[in-house]
């Protein structure tokens, strides 16, 4: 039994006529007929009472006439499903980002916008560390990261996204915090206590804050460690150190913080994009292609 052969029963089932289904299946009588029998011959059921001037279901046909439309129905869904899937339209799409990444506009709107392009994709978003989003991608874990800069594994290949200044985080009653609107050095914040990630966290901000220390002469002195980027913005503003995020974090507003921007040549820090070399998926090509129209709007 052919799907073919379910086809041209329920053409002569709904027609109840040999003539008209053979020409709405585009094929001659005779070979419809003869397929006809040969399913009742398969299924040693009768199907039609056939007359000179009449043809009808009978009782078993009835019955396998409902079963037949389900069964072409399901495999018409079928087939639409893999299609969908092919295109990248339906499934399920794996994204890891580092904590900042939803405090950049452009991510949760491309989140958004790819959300209502594809309804029918379930998007799965995991909070991670950039270290963590990398050994996940390996590990085929997830398709897409969002990170900040690091050290990349070979594997794995990355675009930047954007870049955004850095901003050093005061006490609102700090002696630096008064000039709001200027500038400040990072050699300036050289005697003070900082609040800020443990190296084991593995954001690339670790890395990057050391570096910028090392090259104004100084090793942070690190008082007090967060793994969130909102606990550290809150330990500041209960006194216990400066710290040192990314711009898109002045977008909270917390009392007692004030942001001033690090006026350092390499003060900037990025966000990538990040996939395995041999992702093929159509889903993350999609958001791929989704983010970065998204990233062209905004220059």
């Known amino acids: 039994m052919e799907l073919r052969h379910l086809r041209y029963f329920v053409a002569v089932a709904e027609e109840l006529h040999f003539g008209r289904a053979a020409d709405l299946l585009g094929i001659s009588q005779p070979p419809l007929s003869q397929q006809i029998q040969a399913l009742e011959q398969e299924l040693g059921v009768r199907l039609f009472e056939r007359s000179n001037r009449h043809v009808a279901l009978t009782d078993a046909g009835r019955l396998f006439l409902e079963e037949t439309r389900q069964t072409l129905a399901q495999v018409s869904k079928s087939v639409d499903v893999v299609r969908r899937a092919q295109q990248g339209e339906i499934g399920e799409l794996q994204i890891g980002f580092t904590a900042s990444a939803p405090f950049v506009s452009i991510i949760p709107r491309a989140v958004f916008a790819f959300r209502q392009a594809f309804p029918?994709?379930?998007?799965?978003?995991?909070?991670?560390?950039?270290?963590?989003?990398?050994?996940?991608?390996?590990?085929?874990?997830?398709?897409?990261?969002?990170?900040?800069?690091?050290?990349?594994?070979?594997?794995?290949?990355?675009?930047?996204?954007?870049?955004?200044?850095?901003?050093?985080?005061?006490?609102?009653?700090?002696?630096?915090?008064?000039?709001?609107?200027?500038?400040?050095?990072?050699?300036?914040?050289?005697?003070?206590?900082?609040?800020?990630f443990p190296r084991s966290y593995g954001t690339g901000l670790h890395a990057q804050l050391f570096g910028l220390a090392r090259q104004a002469g100084f090793t942070p002195r690190i008082t007090q460690e967060a793994h969130e980027a909102l606990t550290i913005i809150g330990l500041v503003a209960a006194g216990l150190g400066v710290s040192v995020l990314p711009a898109s974090f002045r977008r909270i507003r917390i009392d007692g913080v004030v942001f001033r921007t690090l006026t350092d040549t390499d003060a900037t820090t990025a966000v990538w994009l990040?996939?395995?070399?041999?992702?093929?998926?159509?889903?993350?090509?999609?958001?791929?292609?989704?983010?970065?129209?998204?990233?062209?709007?905004?220059?």
């Open 120 to 196: 029918a994709v379930h998007l799965d978003l995991q909070e991670m560390p950039s270290s963590q989003v990398c050994q996940a991608l390996i590990d085929k874990k997830l398709q897409i990261g969002m990170i900040r800069p690091l050290e990349l594994p070979t594997e794995l290949d990355a675009v930047e996204l954007l870049r955004e200044p850095l901003v050093a985080l005061l006490h609102a009653g700090h002696p630096l915090a008064g000039e709001q609107n200027g500038g400040l050095a990072l050699a300036e914040l050289a005697d003070e206590p900082f609040v800020f």
């Open 274 to 299: 990040v996939k395995r070399r041999q992702e093929r998926s159509p889903l993350a090509q999609a958001f791929i292609d989704l983010l970065t129209r998204e990233v062209q709007a905004l220059k």
